[in-house]
């Protein structure tokens, strides 16, 4: 009885919907200031407007490409047509149990809250509901084909940027590289600005006859560098405390300006896949990819081309 009065209430005398119940959109996204999501199980993120960049639950940076899609959505996303007579009632009674709210602020007032549900029949839209109304809708993108929720996800994990360094090369004030099996390699190298750098052994003694333009370019790799993926799931805590009990092999250390650190240790991921080196032998160790172990203790699948050219020895830098 209270979807069919709704139906009857939501149109208006010439029979269009009216725009305050199906008005899901907030256009101007520049004004949202914070976005938090949840789902029915409980999981729940909060992203929040830093600067030029986003935050996850005020720990990590997130993804640039997923808060631009979810922006963009929250932008476009409009009305196709009310829900068929005959799959109302299992949609709102899926709305009820399977859905994903989403709440966006421009600083402490609130712009919208709203469900977003599963997908239609056809994969064509997606069933949503404002909140404090009674009755869905199936909504679209235009000039896109296919369903919207899994723009709107909860895991925490799946919205966090997968940067490992990401720095100017002006913010870097060092950049330190320990290398466990070959300490007498290890190094730091500084960026003292005004094109000044100095480079240091292990054990802290200045280096000379360095190249400085080499040492340049090599801090200026810590720009953008990523890792795989995050691995969380398959790291429980048994697990974690197994690896962390293990000495890695290298660690890799930026210090910004402000004289905050990022490190990452670097451990040898066991070769599972039964690779053969070039003797025909089993190799013991993956020679595609390492796990690298962040400050928080997260587990992150690291590719050896993307790290190789951070790992440099001492002598890399040294005139010839």
Same mark, same amino acid.
């Not at 587990?299 to 790290?307: C, D, K, R, T």
């Given at each position: 009885?209270?979807?069919?009065?709704?139906?009857?209430?939501?149109?208006?005398?010439?029979?269009?919907?009216?725009?305050?119940?199906? $008005?899901?959109?907030?256009?101007?996204?520049?004004?949202?200031?914070?976005?938090?999501? =949840? $789902?029915?199980?409980?999981?729940?993120?909060?992203?929040?407007?830093?600067?030029?960049?986003?935050?996850?639950?005020?720990?990590?940076?997130?993804?640039?490409?997923?808060?631009?899609?979810?922006?963009?959505?929250?932008?476009?996303?409009?009305v196709k047509s009310p829900?068929?007579?005959? =799959?109302?009632?299992?949609?709102?009674?899926?709305? =009820?149990?399977?859905?994903?709210?989403?709440?966006?602020?421009?600083?402490?007032?609130?712009?919208?809250?709203?469900?977003?549900?599963?997908?239609?029949?056809?994969?064509?839209?997606?069933? @949503?509901?404002?909140?404090?109304?009674?009755?869905? /809708?199936?909504t679209q993108i235009p000039?896109?084909?296919?369903?919207?929720?899994?723009?709107? /996800?909860?895991?925490?994990?799946?919205?966090?940027?997968?940067?490992v360094f990401l720095y100017?090369?002006?913010?870097?004030?060092?950049?330190?590289?320990? @290398?466990?099996?070959?300490?007498?390699?290890?190094?730091?190298? %500084?960026?003292?600005?005004?094109?000044? /750098?100095?480079?240091?052994?292990?054990?802290?003694?200045?280096?000379?006859? /360095?190249?400085?333009?080499?040492?340049?370019?090599?801090?200026?790799?810590?720009?953008?560098?990523?890792?795989? =993926?995050?691995?969380?799931? %398959?790291?429980?805590?048994?697990?974690?405390?197994?690896?962390?009990?293990?000495?890695?092999?290298?660690?890799?250390?930026?210090?910004?300006?402000?004289?905050?650190?990022?490190?990452?240790?670097?451990?040898?991921?066991?070769?599972?896949?039964?690779?053969?080196?070039?003797?025909?032998?089993?190799?013991?160790?993956?020679?595609?990819?390492?796990?690298?172990?962040?400050?928080?203790?997260?587990?992150?699948?690291?590719?050896?081309?993307? %790290?190789?050219?951070? @790992?440099? $020895?001492?002598?890399?830098?040294?005139?010839?």
């Amino acid at each position: 009885m209270l979807a069919s009065s709704a139906i009857i209430f939501l149109t208006n005398k010439n029979g269009t919907i009216k725009k305050e119940l199906r $008005d899901f959109a907030v256009k101007d996204t520049s004004a949202i200031t914070k976005i938090f999501l =949840a $789902d029915k199980a409980n999981n729940s993120v909060t992203l929040t407007r830093d600067k030029n960049q986003w935050k996850i639950n005020n720990k990590y940076y997130a993804r640039p490409d997923a808060i631009n899609i979810l922006l963009q959505t929250i932008a476009t996303v409009h009305v196709k047509s009310p829900v068929s007579k005959p =799959a109302l009632k299992n949609v709102i009674k899926r709305l =009820a149990t399977k859905s994903i709210k989403i709440e966006i602020y421009k600083g402490i007032k609130l712009l919208k809250v709203y469900y977003v549900g599963e997908a239609t029949p056809d994969q064509s839209g997606t069933y @949503m509901v404002l909140e404090n109304s009674s009755v869905p /809708f199936v909504t679209q993108i235009p000039g896109f084909t296919g369903y919207l929720t899994v723009r709107y /996800f909860t895991d925490e994990t799946l919205w966090r940027d997968n940067s490992v360094f990401l720095y100017s090369y002006q913010d870097i004030s060092s950049v330190l590289v320990y @290398m466990q099996d070959n300490t007498a390699q290890s190094f730091t190298a %500084f960026n003292d600005g005004n094109n000044k /750098f100095r480079l240091q052994d292990f054990n802290k003694k200045e280096v000379a006859g /360095f190249n400085a333009l080499t040492v340049k370019e090599y801090i200026a790799l810590f720009k953008k560098v990523k890792c795989e =993926a995050y691995l969380d799931e %398959f790291f429980p805590k048994k697990r974690l405390d197994s690896l962390l009990n293990t000495k890695p092999f290298a660690l890799i250390s930026v210090t910004n300006r402000k004289g905050n650190i990022n490190s990452i240790k670097l451990y040898r991921r066991p070769n599972t896949g039964e690779v053969y080196g070039g003797d025909g032998k089993l190799l013991p160790y993956n020679p595609d990819a390492m796990y690298g172990v962040l400050q928080d203790n997260k587990v992150v699948s690291l590719q050896y081309f993307v %790290f190789d050219p951070l @790992m440099k $020895d001492i002598s890399y830098f040294l005139n010839k």
